[in-house]
């Protein structure tokens, strides 16, 4: 299943209109806020599929039956890019466990690069409903090797995957490596750069929250 948010307008259309507009970008406090919005939607629609089971709660005057999650999922992001829009997920998955990972592009002097994952933080995962963060899937190389380095740890029941921004060319790569994930997306672009990048895309999603890293 993938997801395009922004198929029918909607604020989400909005939110990722300032994302890419170079004159609100220089607003970092504004950028990382429209992430977490999206993150917000993204938990909202996502938690229309998730298993529910009714719950009976005792009100002043009686009592009332209502359909609730029958269990949090985990949450997990990537560093450091995906801490916005995780955290947007996290403001309506209040109850969740979280999972980080560490995963970069590590840039050759030739101009290549390789994805480098050297941390993760993980909850038990066994089972459970994974929903993973990520602003950009451009190549779905860092997404796939973050579901297999999870895996590496836990066989989960579900994985779904929200990002700000996605290429058709990193969805198509991430459902044909890993076929039953769910993609959730603020909108979906169809160009990537030689160096991995989306057009028109919005540039490093990393750079404009957190400020310019050195390369490594």
């Avoid at 977490?36 to 719950?55: C, F, N, Q, T």
């Avoid at 002043?60 to 039956?65: C, F, H, Q, R």
């Avoid at 066994?126 to 190549?139: E, G, K, N, Y």
């Amino acid at each position: 299943m993938i997801v395009n948010l922004s198929q029918q307008h909607s604020l989400i259309s909005n939110w990722v209109s300032e994302l890419r507009d170079t004159q609100i970008q220089t607003d970092r406090m504004r950028f990382r806020r429209n992430l977490e919005r999206i993150g917000e939607i993204a938990a909202y629609e996502i938690s229309k599929v998730l298993p529910d089971v009714e719950k009976e709660v005792s009100t002043p005057l009686g009592t009332a039956v209502h359909r609730v999650l029958k269990e949090y999922p985990v949450l997990a992001t990537i560093l450091r890019a995906g801490l916005p829009l995780h955290q947007g997920l996290l403001n309506y998955f209040d109850k969740s466990d979280n999972a980080f990972i560490s995963a970069y592009r590590k840039h050759q002097p030739d101009g290549s690069f390789e994805i480098s994952l050297e941390y993760m933080s993980s909850p038990e995962i066994d089972d459970r409903v994974i929903i993973i963060s990520d602003p950009m899937l451009a190549t779905g190389s860092s997404l796939v090797k973050t579901i297999r380095f999870l895996k590496a740890e836990g066989q989960p029941r579900e994985i779904h995957i929200v990002a700000a921004i996605a290429c058709t060319v990193g969805i198509e790569y991430v459902k044909r490596e890993e076929p039953s994930v769910k993609i959730w997306c603020g909108d979906i672009d169809d160009e990537l750069t030689a160096k991995g990048y989306i057009v028109p895309g919005l540039g490093d999603a990393g750079d404009l929250a957190y400020g310019p890293k050195m390369q490594m």
